[in-house]
Nanobody
């Protein structure tokens, strides 16, 4: 499983950075991604990054979220700025496409005043 961390309660317009530490084998040979699931909604891809560093984002987070990967630490990050209440969700990391056996518990992000 891949365990995400760094979530919390944050006010609108605030920032958070999520982290996901992986094994070297998973990190080096896979696209990595962040997903989120809001209450009552399906899990969705938020951002992805391939081994070369190319990225993609869902339209709703473009310009606000940044995905990155640290090869030395086998860690994937999601920097989230200008957070909105609609960003409230449980955030997960996984490969992209995802593997069912990699889903961890996720980390809760709540954006509220």
């Amino acid at each position: 499983q891949l365990q995400a961390s760094g979530g919390g309660l944050i006010q609108p317009a605030g920032s958070l950075r999520l982290s996901c530490a992986t094994s070297g084998n998973i990190f080096s040979f896979n696209n990595m991604a962040w997903y989120r699931q809001a209450p009552g909604k399906q899990r969705q891809l938020v951002a992805g990054i391939d081994p070369s560093g190319s990225t993609l984002y869902v339209d709703s987070v473009k310009g606000r979220f940044t995905i990155s990967r640290d090869k030395a630490k086998n860690t994937v990050y999601l920097q989230m700025d200008s957070l909105l209440p609609e960003d409230t969700a449980v955030y997960y990391c996984n490969t992209w496409p995802f593997r069912e056996d990699y889903w961890g518990n996720g980390t809760q992000v709540t954006v509220s005043s």
